[in-house]
């Protein structure tokens, strides 16, 4: 009977909650509340959260208390939007940028930083105001006229490391043998599983794109400091920037402020009286403010959004799942409304067989509209796969992509079932090889000639793809493939991107490919409703934002034992993910 009760009531109380949650999220689906810019105000930026690729249809997202909070972060399109309109907004008169650690990529970093280089074009001000910026959040921080620090604070300046986890010190221990089957010299995917450090290879080809990208946050930084390239790299060599007075002193800063003092400064560039308050509206407030872009036009701009790891399946927002992003592709090729395809791709790669399923519908779509490629922080390995058939590629400086290369993964764990845990297996099989695969016993020389020949052959058929997609020869593509990974800017010399610039420029250049003037552009695939993504927090499903919060640091690490862990057949797949502080 008390265990009926107790059940009665958990239940009355989850529906009861669910009910909560629902007409919470009708009501914020439904009200529109008015939000007025004032004469004279200040848009607030900050990217401690990372940008997402598109904007989130949901009106809330769970805190790590489990409780929610209404959200309308805007993605990257929307985000660069909204600074152009502020740009031409009379009611905006300059832009305060909060800045300390900023958790987006590089390239999205990038698209930002141009966005706000446009800004300044209006002759409006940017104020950049740090306790403590990392080299991120500095680089986007260089475009601003005037860059305060707190007094106690510092700014990061040491350049670029480039850092792998290896496993096989682990696996040894566990008496695991990861026998591995690759192609490619530079495809280290696989070095973490075998090796306890990098090849020589893969510190030549780590060090050539984490070089390019260190060079053009230095170049950028140079031209708008008016700070010279030798200069900058001797105050990274030397660790010269040490404090805040240090910053001041060589120039990445102009001045030390604390927060009062700050906004004091913004009082006086307004022309604000003492006893006035400073006018501030955040960017996600100022998305409430700005006036929606409805256009009735019939003409149509898919883009469609590829996010994630690559993978058979469904997948979701975080993940690509080949089912879900072919559907979204064929459904964009047979409405004679959509008259371009923007494929925006933000992947490492994943599953060479999944990767292959999206690019078939990539050449369909090819055949009877503009396809354009936009490439986000990475567009690698099976991420280039999918990319290669476009009309056109475009990339930014600090993309990471190529990684032309596949590999096969099949541990050997007999001997840790064995000696760690005391199992053992027999077996009896009606053929010679029945137990093909299997990670219970090593694999025999044949079988190992057997998956090689196949790696080879979805290698031969990887690199056939790009050269019929970009128009180059075959031993010319093999010749910059072999798995290494290149920049935007270096793809460009070697013919695997077309062209440099973000999702805007993309969007520009399918309509003008279309002949299109007047068109609307459409998300593709649809995103979840509320009430789903209700279902799956409530299913206790985290999200990326929630891990990397809880995890901090080890984040990058658990991400990547995770991909590990998921591999399925051979893979097409960035080495590591380079996170940048």
Not at 269 to 292: F, Q
Not at 302 to 311: D, F, H, L, P, S
Not at 534 to 561: A, F, H, R, V
Request: aromatic share 8%; glycine share 8%.
């Amino acid at each position: 009977m008390l265990a009926s009760m107790a059940g009665f009531i958990l239940t009355i109380v989850i529906i009861s909650f669910i009910g909560f949650v629902m007409f919470a999220s009708l009501v914020a689906l439904t009200k529109s509340e008015e939000v007025k810019v004032n004469p004279n105000t200040v848009l607030m930026v900050d990217f401690v959260d990372a940008v997402p690729e598109r904007t989130p249809s949901g009106p809330f997202t769970f805190t790590s208390t489990g409780m929610f909070k209404t959200t309308n972060t805007p993605g990257i399109l929307e985000t660069i939007e909204l600074i152009e309109h502020a740009a031409v907004d009379d009611n905006i008169s300059g832009i305060y940028m909060n800045m300390s650690n900023v958790a987006s990529g590089m390239a999205t970093v990038e698209e930002i930083r141009e966005a706000l280089l446009k800004f300044k074009e209006s002759g409006k001000f940017i104020v950049a105001y740090g306790e403590v910026y990392s080299q991120k959040a500095y680089y986007l921080a260089s475009v601003a006229d005037k860059i305060a620090v707190n007094p106690e604070g510092m700014i990061d300046f040491r350049g670029i490391n480039g850092e792998v986890m290896f496993l096989k010190g682990l696996f040894d221990k566990l008496d695991i043998n990861a026998q591995i089957i690759r192609h490619g010299k530079y495809k280290s995917a696989i070095e973490p599983l075998i090796n306890d450090r990098m090849s020589e290879a893969n510190k030549e080809q780590t060090l050539t794109y984490i070089s390019s990208i260190w060079n053009h946050m230095v170049n950028g930084i140079a031209l708008q400091r008016k700070v010279d390239n030798a200069s900058l790299q001797l105050f990274a060599d030397s660790l010269l920037i040490q404090n805040a007075e240090d910053a001041v002193r060589y120039g990445l800063a102009d001045t030390l402020l604390y927060k009062d003092q700050l906004i004091q400064m913004m009082r006086s560039r307004l022309g604000l009286d003492e006893n006035k308050e400073v006018s501030v509206i955040k960017l996600n407030r100022y998305k409430e403010a700005a006036p929606k872009k409805y256009k009735l036009s019939r003409d149509k701009l898919a883009v469609i959004y590829a996010t994630g790891e690559i993978n058979g399946g469904e997948g979701d927002e975080f993940s690509i799942g080949s089912e879900r992003i072919s559907r979204s592709i064929r459904k964009a090729r047979k409405d004679s409304t959509v008259k371009a395809i923007v494929f925006r791709i933000n992947s490492p790669g994943g599953s060479a067989l999944a990767s292959d399923v999206i690019l078939r519908e990539i050449e369909l779509a090819q055949q009877v509209k503009p396809v354009v490629v936009s490439m986000g922080d990475y567009a690698a390995s099976g991420g280039y796969y999918i990319a290669c058939a476009a009309d056109t590629i475009l990339a930014n400086p600090t993309t990471l992509t190529g990684s032309i290369g596949v590999f096969g993964v099949i541990p050997d764990m007999s001997k840790f079932f064995e000696n760690k845990l005391g199992i053992t297996f027999d077996r009896v099989k009606t053929n010679k090889h029945a137990d093909y695969m299997t990670i219970t016993r090593p694999l025999t020389d044949y079988e190992k000639m057997v998956i090689t020949r196949s790696v080879e052959d979805i290698y031969d058929t990887f690199i056939t793809h790009v050269s019929r997609g970009r128009n180059m020869s075959k031993s010319n593509v093999d010749s910059i493939g072999q798995g290494r990974v290149w920049s935007g800017t270096d793809g460009i010399n070697i013919g695997l991107v077309d062209e440099l610039g973000g999702i805007k420029k993309a969007i520009a250049l399918a309509a003008g490919k279309a002949q299109i003037s007047e068109y609307r552009v459409v998300s593709l695939p649809e995103q979840a409703d509320p009430l789903t993504q209700i279902m799956n927090e409530l299913q206790g499903k985290p999200t990326d934002d929630k891990l990397k919060k809880e995890l901090g640091i080890l984040y990058p690490y658990l991400k990547q034992l995770k991909s590990l862990s998921q591999m399925e057949g051979v893979q097409a797949r960035l080495p590591f993910i380079l996170n940048i502080n």
